[in-house]
């Protein structure tokens, strides 16, 4: 009696624990297929990604070798342009072109020098700005003395000599810091300068140049025998210069 009473409560639980147990498979099952499409996600998304890198990689490598390219090819532009600059300089030297236009030629091809010089980086569009040349010194030098800038036009001048040496026109700036002393009335430091080009530039025709000044300082002074010497040596060590003829004219003047 007993048994058959309770038989329908029986039946109703163990049916609520064979529910509950499906709704957990159905559960687990559900969470699976969830995790399985989130994997599939990112796995595709991964994949995604290393697409859009690989080609961001090679969208610089491209742009890479064009910024190559065309640094060279402004490089080559930049050396051709210098080199026509230099060979029509030596032809304007070799068909007799004043010494000035020349130097005036040389100053304005030392401003592009660098720049084709100079390698040219990719990406780099800042270049520090290079020191002046020996040419772009002297014509800037010159400009000032013929303003005035007696001081300025020294100081341009000596950091040329200091910096060139043995640049072509060394004698004639140094020529030039002895009339700046000489514009400033001071007679022995320019007859010093005037001794020091001989002294270190004896076979340029300035060397003259300077012997012939000097000799114009020495004879204002009174020391008409150390003009008279100068004179001499122009004419037996410079016979063919302009500054001869002159020391010619003049010794026979002092000889009287």
């Given at each position: 009696?007993?048994?058959?009473?309770?038989?329908?409560?029986?039946?109703?639980?163990?049916?609520?624990?064979?529910?509950?147990?499906?709704?957990?498979?159905?559960?687990?099952?559900?969470?699976?297929?969830?995790?399985?499409?989130?994997?599939?996600?990112?796995?595709?998304?991964?994949?995604?990604?290393?697409?859009?890198?690989a080609q961001l990689t090679r969208t610089n490598d491209s742009v890479r070798a064009i910024s190559a390219r065309?640094?060279?090819?402004?490089?080559?532009?930049?050396?051709?342009?210098?080199?026509?600059?230099?060979?029509?300089?030596?032809?304007?030297?070799?068909?007799?072109?004043?010494?000035?236009?020349?130097?005036?030629?040389?100053?304005?091809?030392?401003?592009?020098?660098?720049?084709a010089a100079q390698p040219v980086a990719p990406g780099d569009t800042a270049r520090a700005v290079a020191a002046?040349?020996?040419?772009?010194?002297?014509?800037?030098?010159?400009?000032?003395?013929?303003?005035?800038?007696?001081?300025?036009?020294?100081?341009?001048?000596?950091?040329?000599?200091?910096?060139?040496?043995?640049?072509?026109?060394?004698?004639?700036?140094?020529?030039?810091?002895?009339?700046?002393?000489?514009?400033?009335?001071?007679?022995?430091?320019?007859?010093?300068?005037?001794?020091?080009?001989?002294?270190?530039?004896?076979?340029?025709?300035?060397?003259?140049?300077?012997?012939?000044?000097?000799?114009?300082?020495?004879?204002?002074?009174?020391?008409?025998?150390?003009?008279?010497?100068?004179?001499?040596?122009?004419?037996?060590?410079?016979?063919?210069?302009?500054?001869?003829?002159?020391?010619?004219?003049?010794?026979?003047?002092?000889?009287?």
């Open positions: 009696m007993r048994t058959t009473r309770y038989a329908p409560l029986a039946a109703l639980v163990l049916a609520g624990c064979l529910a509950s147990k499906t709704d957990i498979a159905v559960l687990q099952t559900d969470l699976r297929t969830m995790r399985a499409e989130a994997a599939h996600g990112d796995s595709a998304r991964r994949a995604q990604v290393d697409q859009v890198l065309l640094a060279k090819l402004q490089g080559d532009v930049a050396n051709e342009h210098y080199q026509m600059s230099r060979e029509i300089i030596q032809l304007q030297e070799l068909s007799g072109q004043s010494t000035r236009r020349l130097q005036e030629l040389r100053g304005a091809l030392e401003e592009r020098a660098p720049a002046p040349g020996p040419g772009q010194l002297f014509q800037s030098s010159l400009d000032q003395l013929r303003r005035g800038s007696i001081s300025v036009a020294r100081g341009g001048f000596e950091e040329l000599l200091r910096a060139y040496p043995t640049y072509e026109d060394a004698p004639e700036a140094m020529v030039y810091i002895a009339e700046t002393y000489a514009a400033e009335r001071n007679q022995v430091a320019a007859d010093s300068v005037y001794g020091l080009v001989v002294q270190r530039y004896p076979r340029s025709p300035k060397a003259a140049t300077a012997l012939y000044k000097r000799a114009q300082i020495l004879r204002s002074a009174g020391q008409a025998a150390a003009a008279r010497a100068a004179l001499e040596r122009i004419v037996r060590e410079y016979p063919r210069s302009d500054e001869a003829a002159l020391a010619r004219e003049q010794l026979r003047t002092l000889g009287r």
